[in-house]
């Protein structure tokens, strides 16, 4: 199989051939989905409990077909998922007290943040010119588009700006601003 020219297409013959065995099967999937409760979970954040229980999902379809038994997939899914971290923060750490203390260090980590918030920026602005998917649009149409798409992201600019508005409350608003255009546009 050759690789495929810039703009052009993935194949997808070798997904339709009657050779190809799909990941996931009805059976593995609902007999590895019982795994994550027995694992316990760093109550950190929620992204942390979430990354922790698809690890243990993973690694059990991982062991499915092979010797191993899906508990002991489990197991190396879940220490997987957090043993570089942990190797990484540990061995770091009186590196970092060391260098924290230097001008020139954190200079560079404020370049690198300022580096990460451009990167940021520039998906939102990608997802701002692509904007919403339907029938009409399946390559997408942007959001400037419309104005009330302007004025649901000023709303939930302002919100959060001046008025403290928290973000799943700014999201809720914009949910239910989108539904208002949904019901008048489209319906």
């Given amino acids: 199989m050759s690789l495929p020219k810039a703009g052009s297409r993935p194949e997808t013959s070798s997904l339709a051939s009657p050779s190809f065995k799909p990941f996931l099967d009805p059976t593995s999937t ?10 316990p979970h760093p ?6 409990t ?3 229980k698809v690890a243990v999902y993973l690694g059990t379809l991982a062991a499915n077909g ?15 998922i957090f043993t570089p971290g942990l190797v990484l923060h ?11 203390g230097y ?15 451009g990167l940021v920026y520039t998906a939102v602005f990608r997802l701002w010119r692509i904007g919403y998917i339907d029938a009409e649009n399946q390559q997408g149409i942007s959001l400037e588009t419309d104005p009330w798409w302007v004025v649901i992201t000023a709303t939930s600019f302002v919100g959060g700006m ?11 608003v914009g949910g239910a601003m989108g539904m208002v255009w949904y019901g008048i546009v489209r319906a």
């Fill in 103 to 117: 001008r020139w260090f954190t200079s560079c980590l404020r370049g690198v943040n300022a580096s990460a918030v």
């Fill in 50 to 52: 979430y990354f922790s």
């Fill in 30 to 39: 609902v007999s590895s989905a019982n795994m994550p409760p027995f694992f």
């Fill in 162 to 172: 001046w008025f403290k508005l928290q973000a799943p409350a700014a999201i809720l």
């Fill in 66 to 80: 092979t010797s191993l038994p899906q508990a002991a997939g489990a197991v190396i899914g879940y220490i997987g």
């Fill in 90 to 100: 540990t061995g770091t750490i009186g590196l970092w007290r060391t260098l924290r």
């Fill in 43 to 48: 109550g950190i954040t929620p992204s942390l």
